[in-house]
């Protein structure tokens, strides 16, 4: 047989696989799965290529599973899934920072707002957040038709004293598409196919560990149910009103808008630094 150089026959890699292995193959016994439907699962897995649901499958049913299994081991904000719609290169915003966004873009307008702090509470200056979100509509760009390429997505930085404000506009909750893979699997489930509303953004400075995070909205719809089983106590924050005409005029709005507020803890790209809680191995 063919072992790709590099790769140990006796790797932790290859033991997983023949776990896997072992576990598929006595699930096919239990069900007796006959050729027919052997085909009709591996056809699933084919049409998420096909459908342009690459990895929303799998996000959507297993990746908040290995987000939980990292954060029992590090320090910091809690890391929340990436989902299937991430992508990197986003424009570098110039402060003060405004997601690209259309004329007229649809939405109630929404300043996110927080600090980057360390594990000690020191904030951490020029700290880059790369920030990406649905629109009035529910879609993404670069992902779904008819949207430029960096609609609602955007990176910026931490000023110094680790604080960051980004005008974008309120997500609603995301609707699986009904029509593709995903969608008829979660059609036999008998389970809606909605996630509460949410903003993504990815931390990164050079001196501590890139992190994932999602921020959903307190007191939103579906948080109790997310499709994808990935709202966490430590993720959800307060979506705020501003109405007032003072408010109003310091901001040189005229209508309303909502503020969120999260502040990130990122853990040291070193770990095992005496004092501090150490990642498991
Ligand atoms: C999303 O927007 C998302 O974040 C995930 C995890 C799955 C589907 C759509
Ligand atoms: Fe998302």
Redesign the pocket.
């Known amino acids: 047989m063919n072992i790709p150089s590099g790769t140990s026959t006796n790797s932790p890699t290859r033991e997983m696989l023949e776990d896997l292995e072992r576990v598929l193959i006595a699930f096919m016994r239990k069900h007796r799965i006959t050729h027919e439907q052997y085909r009709a699962a591996t056809q699933i897995l084919v049409d998420t290529i096909k459908d342009g649901e690459e990895s929303?499958l799998y996000?959507?049913f297993f990746?908040a599973e290995s987000t939980d299994i990292g954060n029992r081991y590090r320090d910091g904000s809690p890391e929340a899934?990436?989902?299937?719609?991430y992508v990197p290169g986003a424009p570098e915003l110039k402060a003060p920072y405004v997601m690209p966004m259309r004329a007229g873009e649809r939405g109630d307008v929404l300043f996110f707002i927080g600090t980057v702090k360390d594990t000690n509470g020191k904030p951490i200056a020029a700290a880059e957040l790369d920030v990406w979100q649905?629109d009035a509509e529910g879609l993404?760009a670069n992902i779904h038709p008819n949207i430029p390429l960096w609609n609602l997505r955007g990176r910026l930085k931490t000023d110094g004293n680790g604080e960051f404000t980004l005008r974008t506009i309120v997500p609603p909750p995301?609707e699986?598409p009904k029509n593709g893979p995903t969608g008829r699997v979660l059609k036999i489930l008998g389970r809606h196919y909605y996630?509460p509303a949410?903003l993504?953004a990815k931390l990164r400075h050079p001196q501590f560990k890139e992190m994932t995070s999602?921020i959903y909205f307190m007191g939103g719809q579906y948080l109790d149910s997310d499709v994808?089983n990935?709202v966490r106590d430590g993720l959800v924050a307060e979506l705020k009103l501003h109405d007032s005409a003072a408010n109003l005029n310091a901001r040189g709005l005229s209508k309303p808008y909502f503020t969120i507020r999260y502040d990130f803890v990122l853990a040291p790209s070193v770990p095992n630094v005496v004092g501090q809680r150490t990642v498991a191995q």
């Open positions: 929303l996000d959507v990746e899934i990436e989902g299937p719609f649905a993404y995301y699986i996630r949410h993504h999602q994808a990935a």
